[in-house]
């Protein structure tokens, strides 16, 4: 399915991604002019002596606070359906505790999103061996991933969008994998308070690559408690189970008659207790759904999380066939988070847009190799309504 692959790339490029917008629509009109320049300060000191820069962004009612480490969005504020701002990612208020704990808390995930069995897969006849990190198997690019290492940052303003571009060049064999692979993410708040990520990246050699980013959501507010109560729903008709190391299988399983059917919004924790096999092992939901849309030139809509409680909503469009639903199952009390407030099983969400887990070592997934002279393009839009 590599042709697939490069298919869509080129098709991504002649399209123009970058002037994407939602399709779907915000629900929310542009608000007075052009966000201002994002603004810099000093966040703190690696033990290298290192220094990490937090980025403030604000356009269309859309606050967003990022970090050179690991270009992590730190704060993401929007407004409730009285106007009230809050703050709906998780997060910490210091860089020792990025370093030291975080379970990828609003990273740039890279080289491979997601897991990898036992960090092996064989490219054009060579065997390669990965950083092992999750037990026995790759997780997000390994001990040392996109989310450990320091971002070069530039700021923009085009029209009336605001926005970041971040680069970071991987080295041939780091983590074990090959190619010097060229990173570029750009983060964009639209004059309507939409943030949309594009990722580029080429590479001289083949290899594998699947970027994403890994918000944790709770659009109540961080640290308020559960997002059970959250209505989602997200456009799969099929979903890819796991073995007990929560590597696919290679199945790609409907959802109709299972907990996984989200097709029609519904609860988080309508069904989350409700004792199927793929659930009992996973604590939860920690899932790829295979989406209809399949892989797509341009963003499409994919996704709808609403709290009934604040009225906010974000609706996910995307190019890439799948998406991870990952209901937080391993917060476990033991971290706090940006405003005081310690985080426990299931009071936040990730929805991360990606290829397959795994892709690699099933042939019948979409490819996620990456060739010299090939520029790899995806994108995804974050709409915000209340």
Same mark, same amino acid.
């Given at each position: 399915?590599? $042709?697939?692959? *490069?298919?869509?790339?080129?098709?991504?490029?002649?399209?123009?991604?970058?002037?994407?917008?939602?399709?779907?629509?915000?629900?929310?009109?542009?608000?007075?002019?052009?966000?201002?320049?994002?603004?810099?300060?000093?966040?703190?000191?690696?033990?290298?002596?290192? #220094?990490?820069?937090?980025?403030?962004?604000?356009?269309?009612?859309?606050?967003?606070?990022?970090?050179? +480490?690991?270009?992590?969005?730190?704060? $993401?504020?929007?407004?409730?359906?009285?106007?009230? &701002?809050?703050? /709906?990612?998780?997060?910490?208020?210091? $860089?020792?505790?990025?370093?030291?704990?975080?379970?990828?808390?609003?990273?740039?995930?890279?080289? +491979?999103?997601?897991?990898?069995?036992?960090?092996?897969?064989?490219?054009?006849?060579?065997?390669? %061996?990965?950083?092992?990190?999750?037990?026995?198997?790759?997780?997000?690019?390994?001990?040392?991933?996109?989310?450990? &290492?320091?971002?070069?940052?530039?700021?923009?303003?085009?029209?009336?969008?605001?926005?970041?571009?971040?680069?970071?060049?991987?080295?041939?064999?780091?983590?074990?994998?090959?190619?010097?692979? #060229?990173?570029?993410?750009? +983060?964009?708040?639209?004059?309507?308070?939409?943030?949309?990520?594009?990722?580029?990246?080429?590479?001289?050699?083949?290899? /594998?690559?699947?970027?994403?980013?890994?918000?944790?959501?709770?659009?109540?507010?961080?640290?308020?408690?559960?997002?059970?109560?959250?209505?989602?729903?997200?456009?799969?008709?099929?979903?890819?189970?796991?073995?007990?190391?929560?590597?696919?299988?290679?199945?790609?399983?409907?959802?109709?008659?299972?907990?996984?059917?989200?097709?029609?919004?519904?609860?988080?924790?309508?069904?989350?207790?409700?004792?199927?096999? %793929?659930?009992? %092992?996973?604590?939860?939901?920690?899932?790829?759904? /295979?989406?209809?849309?399949?892989?797509?030139?341009?963003?499409? &809509?994919?996704?709808?999380?609403?709290?009934? #409680?604040?009225?906010?909503?974000?609706?996910?469009?995307?190019?890439?066939?799948?998406?991870?639903?990952?209901?937080?199952?391993?917060?476990?009390?033991?971290?706090?988070?940006?405003?005081?407030?310690?985080? *426990?099983?299931?009071?936040?969400?990730?929805?991360?847009? %990606?290829?397959?887990?795994?892709?690699?070592? &099933?042939?019948?997934?979409?490819?996620?190799?990456?060739?010299?002279?090939?520029?790899?393009?995806?994108?995804?839009?974050?709409?915000?309504?209340?």
């Amino acid at each position: 399915m590599e $042709l697939n692959r *490069r298919t869509v790339m080129a098709g991504a490029a002649a399209a123009g991604l970058a002037a994407t917008t939602l399709g779907t629509g915000s629900a929310r009109a542009a608000t007075g002019p052009a966000g201002r320049r994002p603004a810099k300060e000093l966040f703190g000191t690696l033990a290298d002596g290192t #220094r990490v820069y937090r980025w403030s962004l604000e356009n269309g009612g859309t606050r967003l606070k990022v970090l050179s +480490y690991g270009g992590i969005v730190q704060t $993401l504020e929007i407004p409730d359906r009285h106007g009230r &701002h809050a703050n /709906v990612v998780a997060g910490f208020d210091n $860089l020792a505790d990025y370093v030291a704990k975080s379970p990828y808390f609003g990273a740039l995930i890279g080289r +491979y999103g997601n897991r990898i069995g036992k960090g092996r897969f064989t490219l054009d006849g060579k065997a390669y %061996q990965l950083s092992v990190n999750d037990g026995v198997n790759s997780l997000h690019g390994g001990a040392k991933g996109f989310d450990k &290492h320091v971002w070069h940052v530039e700021p923009f303003t085009k029209g009336s969008d605001v926005g970041l571009h971040l680069h970071y060049t991987s080295v041939d064999g780091e983590m074990g994998y090959p190619g010097t692979l #060229r990173t570029k993410v750009t +983060y964009t708040l639209t004059r309507h308070g939409d943030w949309r990520i594009d990722y580029e990246a080429t590479t001289d050699r083949a290899t /594998v690559v699947n970027l994403t980013s890994h918000v944790y959501w709770n659009l109540a507010g961080e640290g308020s408690g559960t997002i059970e109560d959250h209505e989602l729903s997200i456009a799969a008709s099929r979903y890819t189970p796991t073995d007990p190391g929560l590597i696919p299988t290679g199945e790609l399983a409907r959802v109709a008659g299972t907990p996984f059917d989200f097709r029609h919004a519904k609860p988080v924790g309508r069904d989350i207790r409700a004792g199927h096999e %793929q659930q009992v %092992q996973a604590k939860g939901y920690d899932h790829n759904w /295979v989406l209809d849309k399949g892989i797509t030139a341009r963003p499409e &809509h994919v996704a709808t999380l609403r709290d009934p #409680r604040s009225g906010r909503t974000l609706r996910i469009a995307t190019n890439e066939p799948g998406l991870q639903f990952y209901s937080g199952n391993f917060l476990d009390g033991t971290l706090a988070g940006t405003g005081g407030r310690t985080y *426990r099983q299931g009071d936040a969400l990730c929805l991360e847009t %990606q290829h397959f887990p795994d892709s690699p070592n &099933h042939a019948h997934f979409p490819s996620t190799v990456l060739r010299p002279g090939q520029t790899y393009r995806t994108s995804t839009m974050h709409a915000f309504g209340a």
